[in-house]
């Protein structure tokens, strides 16, 4: 859990007062340095971002003191953050069932022949691509925490039911509807990551949620190597993991439909001012938190906006290797020559280095200030491990080196979360948030679809179909974010000369890219802070319609 020191001087006011919306009229509503050049737009109340409503019906002006800022942020740390990370664990836990299932006799026992066995593997994300618009439109629609404990307790049920299935057409089944109840989960976990904290917070916060993976990849090996040693005349090893991990996710669904709130505003476990500080302290990030009004020409600026394009190749290109390396994992450590159980301890090393990347990178990336060099670093690790399981041989002598590239190859799911961090940061707009958050996970569904049909039991051991694949596409990914890294900087370019068009400063300052001890640092951030940024941050803006809107690289 993320810790929070004392701010030396309480008494300063980290973000400024909320501008008077009780005063204005709905036509003199959009506000700016130039009054004049920009107060003939209209900002209906209905449009405007719940947040501001919230605010306005307040009738008393709020500050953020940095002292109440780190105190509330971490109320919220420890309410919201352990109910993500065990959901997420869960998800990620109910996911590798198949591929620990597969070790443990699943294939032989239901007769998989073909491609049916990486079918099984894909059919969860054909799922999760086909309900990512609808998921988009609830997120937008309808209250987030019940939502989302909804679908916990219906992807738990499926689980359960999943071990009844004793054929392909069975199995096929229940991962297509476990994939429909769990598409929800990760596009669901970015829009409350990004309802509830800053842009500067929202990176680690995510890496924490999606690092689960290599918790999984533990805790994951270590019980399915528990539960496969059980001797049951009714049921198979791979049952009982199905049944096990199904019925932790039906208990879990009852701790979130009485803990997780639907926002800031509705939090039981703020009390008194500490909703409107909740609300308040994301003032500078430029997104609001959620307007609850479905606005078409969000959705028309998000499909024509080429960062969208980009965040779907980049998220297509990692989520192909992803989702084979998670499907076939084990089976490639099996195929270097280690029995199950070997194979089963043998992955626990994986995780380990994936929480290590995942949260180290989210935390390199915030020190540095910036997402495209870590992104990049990233990829040279499973291109160096591709490389050494498609040049090396499978012989006894082997293992060592073979284990070494394998593992190496695990630093890649510290790009995923990174992504979702990056294109967050760079988007305004509920409705566009969302459905950028949608189209971000079409690619990613997209991927996994693909990833297991690279590869085929029968390429055992070597999997070069599959392998070389992934080596090409974290080549690709290299580029794609070298290329990231110019498009921002031209949008940030294309901002301040619209700023200087309507008599604002073309160069104003990043407040919510900003840790405590920084604004401590520097009053004259402090004070420029109210006039450069903020006034329309509640406006429920596109980030392409706010020039005030800085994007980060």
């Not at 618009?133 to 039911?161: D, N, Q, T």
């Not at 308040?280 to 430029?286: A, P």
């Not at 041989?393 to 990056?422: C, H, K, M, N, Q």
Request: glycine fraction near 8%; proline fraction near 4%; charged fraction near 20%.
């Amino acid at each position: 859990m993320p810790e929070t020191k004392d701010a030396p001087e309480a008494n300063q006011v980290e973000q400024a007062q909320m501008p008077d919306l009780e005063a204005r009229s709905p036509a003199a509503d959009a506000v700016g340095a130039n009054k004049d050049a920009i107060n003939s737009v209209p900002v209906k109340v209905k449009e405007l971002d719940k947040a501001a409503q919230f605010l306005k019906q307040a009738q008393h002006q709020i500050v953020v003191t940095r002292a109440e800022n780190l105190r509330v942020r971490k109320l919220i740390d420890w309410r919201i953050l352990p109910l993500l990370l065990v959901v997420y664990c869960l998800q990620s836990l109910d996911k590798s069932t198949l591929s620990y299932a597969g070790v443990f006799g699943l294939i032989d026992d239901a007769k998989l022949v073909g491609d049916e066995y990486s079918w099984l593997g894909s059919v969860v994300y054909v799922a999760q691509l086909v309900f990512q618009p609808v998921v988009a439109y609830i997120l937008v629609k309808f209250p987030i925490g019940k939502f989302i404990s909804c679908m916990v307790l219906a992807w738990g049920v499926i689980l359960c039911c999943m071990t009844a299935a004793h054929d392909f057409a069975g199995l096929v089944t229940a991962r297509l509807f476990l994939g429909i109840f769990e598409a929800s989960v990760a596009p669901t976990f970015v829009a409350v990551i990004q309802m509830w904290y800053r842009r500067r917070e929202q990176t680690l916060r995510n890496s924490f949620w999606y690092a689960q993976l290599g918790v999984v990849n533990i805790l994951g090996s270590l019980l399915s190597y528990g539960l496969g040693h059980i001797n049951s005349g009714a049921l198979h090893p791979y049952q009982v993991i199905f049944l096990f991990c199904g019925c932790l996710t039906f208990a879990w669904s009852a701790v979130m439909f009485l803990f997780m709130p639907d926002s800031p505003i509705t939090a039981k476990f703020l009390k008194g001012d500490d909703k409107l500080i909740a609300v308040e302290r994301l003032r500078m990030n430029q997104q609001g938190i959620g307007s609850g009004v479905w606005k078409w020409d969000h959705v028309k600026e998000c499909l024509i906006d080429p960062k969208t394009w980009l965040w779907f190749s980049t998220i297509f290109a990692i989520s192909v290797p992803s989702g084979g390396i998670s499907t076939f994992g084990p089976l490639i450590i099996e195929s270097f020559g280690f029995d199950r159980f070997t194979t089963i301890l043998f992955n626990m090393p994986f995780g380990a280095i994936q929480m290590i990347s995942t949260i180290g990178g989210a935390w390199l990336s915030d020190k540095i200030k910036m997402k495209s060099p870590v992104l990049i670093l990233l990829c040279l690790g499973p291109i160096t491990g591709c490389s050494i399981l498609l040049a090396i041989g499978r012989e006894p002598s082997d293992r060592a080196l073979l284990l070494f590239g394998y593992y190496i190859i695990s630093v890649y799911p510290g790009i995923t979360p990174l992504i979702y961090s990056w294109s967050g940061q760079n988007t305004g707009g509920d409705t566009k948030r969302k459905v950028t958050t949608a189209m971000i996970f079409i690619g990613s569904n997209a991927g996994n679809i693909v990833g297991p049909l690279l590869f085929r039991t029968s390429e055992s051991p070597r999997y070069t179909r599959g392998l070389t694949a992934n080596l090409i596409l974290f080549i690709v990914l290299a580029v794609l974010f070298a290329f990231g890294m110019l498009l921002i900087k031209v949008l940030n370019k294309r901002h301040a000369r619209k700023r200087v068009a309507l008599g604002k400063p073309e160069h104003i300052v990043d407040f919510s890219m900003m840790d405590n001890r920084e604004m401590e640092d520097d009053d004259d951030v402090m004070n420029q802070a109210t006039d450069q940024t903020g006034e329309r941050g509640f406006e429920d803006l596109t980030d392409l319609k706010n020039e005030d809107f800085i994007y980060v690289y």
